[in-house]
């Protein structure tokens, strides 16, 4: 069974980072990108990136390009996403997430998600 | 690149089918058959209901199904039943590696 299971709920002053985790088990860590996924609250998904575990390649959302980092660490079989420069907007949870894969094809759909991580920012 | 544009809202009884529509550009709905549609229940991640415009995953009751024409996708839920009242989220590929996702739609059961 695949499953993504993330860190928990953080609160953090603007102008800081955060750096949510995302661990993964039931499957080969390093065959399928990881993306991130965050949702404000009562508002939409908004997709900020992926990355890929066994060769650290990354894309970024235009949105978040330049304040947002995924990496990896492929002996825990866990992905990060480090944010800075919060700010309010920021406020939001985030979600890990795997692309869905048919006979080794993966495509830009999501399934599993993680549980999601609140990140809270405020002064 | 802007969210793709879903009506905030849409209602039905038990037993009937309501349509929630998807509208994007030619840049993302209308150019790949990369459409997907979540259902995300209070409190919970979303959960992936129909992948390539119209498929279903595996555990996916056929009641939900999906299409598009042109620029327009669409996710039609038959039968409604009380357990599909959620929030609805399409989503499009959109090139260069980027995926947009709608504002969601809150279905309501009556």
């Known amino acids: 069974q695949v499953l993504l299971v993330q860190s928990g709920a953080e609160v953090k002053k603007p102008g800081a980072s955060v750096k949510v985790s995302c661990k993964a088990s039931?499957?080969?860590?390093?065959?399928?990108?990881i993306n991130w996924v965050r949702q404000a609250t009562g508002q939409g998904l908004e997709w900020m990136g992926w990355?890929?575990?066994?060769?650290?390649?990354?894309g970024y959302a235009q949105k978040f390009q330049g304040r947002v980092t995924m990496t990896r660490n492929t002996s825990i079989s866990t992905a990060y996403m480090e944010l800075s420069s919060l700010r309010s907007e920021d406020t939001a949870v985030y979600y890990c997430?795997?692309?869905?894969?048919?006979?080794?094809?993966?495509?830009?759909?999501?399934?599993?998600w993680g549980q999601g991580t609140l990140v809270t920012v405020s002064s | 690149q802007s969210a793709l544009t879903q009506p905030p809202s849409a209602s039905g009884s038990p037993g009937q089918s309501v349509t929630i529509s998807c509208t994007g550009t030619s840049s993302d709905v209308g150019g790949y058959n990369y459409v997907s549609w979540y259902q995300q229940r209070p409190g919970k991640a979303p959960k992936l209901v129909i992948y390539e415009v119209s498929k279903w995953p595996s555990g996916v009751p056929d009641r939900f199904s999906g299409s598009k024409s042109g620029n327009t996708a669409s996710l039609t839920v038959s039968g409604l039943q009380a357990e599909d009242e959620a929030d609805y989220y399409c989503?499009?590929?959109?090139?260069?590696?980027?995926?947009?996702f709608g504002g969601g739609t809150k279905l309501t059961v009556l």
């Open positions: 997430a795997r692309p869905f894969c048919i006979n080794a094809v993966c495509y830009p759909y999501f399934d599993p």
């Open positions: 990355m890929n575990p066994n060769s650290g390649n990354t």
């Open positions: 039931g499957y080969t860590f390093t065959s399928d990108d």
């Open positions: 989503s499009s590929y959109a090139g260069s590696n980027n995926v947009l």
